[in-house]
Nanobody, 122 residues
Framework: QVQLVESGGGLVQAGGSLRLSCAAS????????MGWFRQAPGKEREFVAR????????YYADSVKGRFTISRDNAKNTVYLQMNSLKPEDTAVYFC???????????????WGQGTQVTVSS
């Protein structure tokens, strides 16, 4: 089992920045690909970004490319999501997820955190 705990969400004005963190425990962190997803009210959960086991490879949804950066610190068992130039449409609950394979889709990830709310005001 892998336990994931997100933090860093909050209320920010449009154009502002937030950094989300996701702390992992339970298994060897570097064995897992880490992903960030988000879910807005009334919408399905969607992919935001993912990072490979040692951070060599990253992949982003088109909607966040150039504004968000995913990174990881395997010594701290933590993955981050730096979010810049935030827009009201970025408002959602943000979830981190973990899987042993290099996967992208919601249904492919085995482990999930509880989520952290990000609200961007206009």
């Amino acid at each position: 089992q892998v336990q994931l705990v997100e933090s860093g969400g909050g209320l920010v004005q449009a154009g502002g920045s937030l950094r989300l963190s996701c702390a992992a425990s339970g298994r060897t962190f570097s064995n897992y690909v880490m992903g960030w997803f988000r879910q807005a009210p009334g919408k399905e959960r969607e992919f935001v970004a993912r990072i490979s086991w040692r951070g060599a490879s990253t992949y982003y949804a088109d909607s966040v490319k150039g504004r968000f950066t995913i990174s990881r610190d395997n010594a701290k068992n933590t993955v981050y999501l730096q979010m810049n130039s935030l827009k009201p449409e970025d408002t959602a609950v943000y979830f981190c997820a973990a899987d042993l394979a290099l996967v992208t889709h919601v249904h492919e990830y085995d482990y999930w955190g509880q989520g952290t709310q990000v609200t961007v005001s206009s």
